[in-house]
């Protein structure tokens, strides 16, 4: 549902950070890992959070879920601990596009496809590895493609799960602040629907807009 504009006027001016800058690590050019960045003005933020946006056609259920995820990313400017909750539903939301594209072929017994699951199948059978991820293309190197595997820890289905139980002490502190992973989320989604093709699918995909469109409308 597009947000009217009193929405932004009224967050613009409920936390004044001329003096106080909303300032954590993002990943940054030669910098992966993450590199401190500040937000003086909101419209800077905004547009921070816009470009974080799906870049490919997905389904309107998975992208609906995913601007959920952006809308309380935006709301960061007031609390940044909803900036982890924004992560969740982005993760969610990617859990959901992988079910889609791929659960039919990644089951267990009685039926069940496992997050872990179907990130793996991302990159044993659908050709990710980390040349593919523009996160990591913006921040010339880097590699991610261990956590979707296992190889690494947390994985991101950790972080899924520590963001959701409330664990940030956890496992690795699975469910705390993690630099970039909402970005990289963003880029799985659009790995995932690559190669999605509307006017291939039901007479119901047909009212489904392009992701650009609906980020310039619902914020």
Avoid at 52 to 73: M, Y
Wanted: glycine share 10%; charged share 25%; proline share 5%.
């Amino acid at each position: 549902m597009p947000l009217p504009l009193a929405f932004f006027d009224a967050l613009a001016k409920a936390e004044d950070r001329s003096l106080s800058p909303l300032t954590f690590t993002w990943p940054m050019h030669g910098f992966p890992g993450g590199q401190p960045v500040s937000f003086s003005r909101f419209a800077d933020w905004r547009t921070f959070v816009l470009d974080l946006g799906l870049r490919r056609i997905a389904p309107e259920p998975i992208a609906d879920k995913f601007e959920r995820g952006q809308k309380l990313i935006l709301l960061a400017w007031i609390d940044f601990d909803l900036f982890t909750t924004g992560e969740l539903i982005a993760l969610t939301a990617l859990e959901l596009a992988l079910k889609d594209r791929y659960g039919l072929k990644v089951k267990r017994r009685k039926g069940k496809s496992l997050f872990a699951d179907l990130l793996m199948h991302m990159v044993t059978a659908d050709g990710l590895d980390d040349s593919k991820v523009p996160m990591l293309q913006r921040c010339g190197g880097g590699s991610v493609v261990g956590y979707l595997t296992g190889e690494r820890e947390p994985t991101l289905a950790d972080r899924r799960n520590g963001l959701a139980h409330g664990d940030p002490f956890g496992r690795s502190g699975a469910g705390s602040y993690c630099a970039g992973l909402f970005e990289l989320v963003r880029d799985l989604i659009d790995y995932a629907y690559r190669d999605f093709d509307l006017h291939l699918n039901s007479a119901s995909e047909s009212g489904r807009k392009i992701n650009a469109d609906r980020a310039v409308q619902n914020f």
